[in-house]
T-cell receptor
Framework: GAVVSQHPSRVICKSGTSVKIECRSLDFQATTMFWYRQFPKQSLMLMATSNEGSKATYEQGVEKDKFLINHASLTLSTLTVTSAHPEDSSFYIC???????????????????FGPGTRLTVL | AQKVTQAQTEISVVEKEDVTLDCVYETRDTTYYLFWYKQPPSGELVFLIRRNSFDEQNEISGRYSWNFQKSTSSFNFTITASQVVDSAVYFCALSGVGNQFYFGTGTSLTVIP
């Protein structure tokens, strides 16, 4: 239970193009999803919190116009990197918070379950 | 302020040795959760355990065990009889109820065959 998928797993694009990454909770509904960025050999850096049906909450220093987040349903959040540049190359990871069995979830309450990540390379 | 410290950046052990990964946290919340995640070379973070702040019982799951001590604000993770497949980066994390996660910087474990 509590499986999160992420697509694509790897993407290479040219500078200036936009890239969309999808994050899906496959067997539970997630009102809250999170987007992280991870540089090599570093910890996860929270970029934004995505809430179903409302605007995402961005962390300080994260450009909301560059990293567009949409959480249109209880099982899908998307991150679009607009006008990507080489410095945007990174490993992007999403997670979904399960509400636990009492809340209609399938895992442990208030636990984030992570997708497999998307490695973005901007040439 | 919420903070998680994993002082061990890298650890190497020989297969079958026991290894303990340290995690120290700071929080002003009276109710909070502590987590451990494993990140193998593939990159996906795998959930290992969640511990509530009001439950200080140690937990054992196969070769894995966790020691939670509120008195020292520590939540250490021990792998017994380590195996090569245990090689990964391990992250300790802290969250308040319904709040965001705070991750430590991770400990890279290498198990040498």
């Amino acid at each position: 239970g509590a499986v999160v998928s992420q697509h694509p797993s790897r993407v290479i694009c040219k500078s200036g193009t936009s890239v969309k990454i999808e994050c899906r909770s496959l067997d539970f509904q997630a009102t809250t999803m999170f987007w992280y960025r991870q540089f090599p050999k570093q910890s996860l850096m929270l970029m934004a919190t995505s809430n179903e049906g409302s605007k995402a909450t961005y962390e300080q220093g994260v450009e909301k116009d560059k990293f567009l987040i949409n959480h249109a349903s209880l099982t899908l959040s998307t991150l679009t990197v607009t006008s990507a540049h080489p410095e945007d190359s990174s490993f992007y990871i999403c997670s979904a918070r399960d509400l636990g069995l009492a809340g209609g979830g399938v895992g442990i309450a208030d636990t984030q379950y992570f997708g497999p990540g998307t490695r973005l390379t901007v040439l | 302020a919420q903070k998680v410290t994993q002082a061990q950046t890298e650890i190497s052990v020989v297969e079958k040795e026991d290894v303990t990964l340290d995690c120290v946290y700071e929080t002003r919340d009276t109710t909070y959760y502590l987590f451990w995640y494993k990140q193998p070379p593939s990159g996906e973070l795998v959930f290992l355990i969640r511990r509530n702040s009001f439950d200080e019982q140690n937990e054992i799951s196969g070769r894995y065990s966790w020691n939670f001590q509120k008195s020292t604000s520590s939540f250490n993770f021990t792998i017994t009889a380590s195996q090569v497949v245990d090689s990964a980066v391990y992250f300790c994390a802290l969250s308040g109820v319904g709040n965001q996660f705070y991750f430590g910087t991770g400990t890279s474990l290498t198990v040498i065959p």
